[in-house]
């Protein structure tokens, strides 16, 4: 066992501030929406790196920590990720996806067109890992897609709380990811494409993001 240490940057609330404090995040997390319309504004590297940070605390397998984030701001890749996701999705939107998935999305109003990843200041590629490596040797990660899952939350959170509009895009197949990215190996695999930066000023979201469950259909207090 390792050495533990004492729990000292834990902040007990009084609980009516406690609750101040749940309903002002709520509201916070609230205003959180996906856009498809982004400014090319630039946004310095520094946030991007202290929302990476944040999202690497996440709880994860046995802390083998089992991600690796490929921040990217070059126009060169990102345009070389625009031209490969659009004709992946040219293929999904013309009925690899089937009808039901496309009538699922009609309200959403997406084409293959995908500009933005051509806007946008920064996409951040998310990869999962099977294994850690620790002083030479190999260690198996566990619950890796339950871990990464909970660090790409994490990032999109700490993206919008710092004021930067964010959209995930999933691509699929995502492996062209890999090569672009440099990740091209046996151990990793692209898990999510994090889209951030400023909202274009015509930027819009579908009139159905904001209709969410309420507390009642989404929880039982037993
Ligand atoms: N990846 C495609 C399709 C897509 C799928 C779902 I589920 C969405 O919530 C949104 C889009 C695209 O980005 O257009």
């Known amino acids: 066992m390792t ?20 309903q002002d995040n709520y509201l916070q ?14 946004v310095p ?19 083998h920590q089992p991600w690796h984030f490929v921040a990217i701001n070059s126009p060169e890749i ?6 490969q996701a659009e004709a992946l999705e040219q293929a999904f939107y013309a009925g690899r996806a089937g009808e039901e998935w496309l009538d699922a999305l009609k ?3 997406t084409d293959a067109n995908k500009p933005y990843l051509e806007h946008a200041p920064w996409l951040i590629a998310v990869f999962s890992k099977k294994r850690s490596e620790e ?24 993206l919008h709380h710092a004021g930067l509009g964010t959209l995930t895009h999933t ?5 062209f990811l890999s090569k672009v990215c440099g990740r091209d190996n046996d151990n990793e695999r692209p898990y999510m494409l994090i889209i951030a930066g400023y909202p274009a000023e015509d930027a819009t979201i579908p ?16």
């Open 3 to 22: 050495a533990h240490l004492p729990l000292t940057d834990f902040i007990e609330y009084p609980q009516d501030e406690m609750l101040k404090r749940a």
């Open 29 to 42: 997390v609230k205003r959180r929406h996906s856009i498809r319309s982004f400014s090319d504004r630039a």
């Open 45 to 63: 590297q520094a946030i991007i790196e202290q929302c990476i940070l944040a999202a690497g605390t996440a709880p994860n397998g046995a802390n």
């Open 78 to 83: 990102k345009a070389q990720i625009r031209q």
């Open 107 to 109: 309200p959403l109003g």
């Open 135 to 158: 002083e030479g040797e190999q260690k198996t990660n566990y619950y890796v897609h339950e871990s990464v899952g909970i660090a790409t939350g994490f990032l999109i959170q700490a």
């Open 171 to 175: 691509p699929k197949p995502m492996s």
């Open 207 to 222: 009139q159905h993001a904001v209709d969410k469950k309420s507390l009642a259909e989404i929880c039982d207090f037993i």
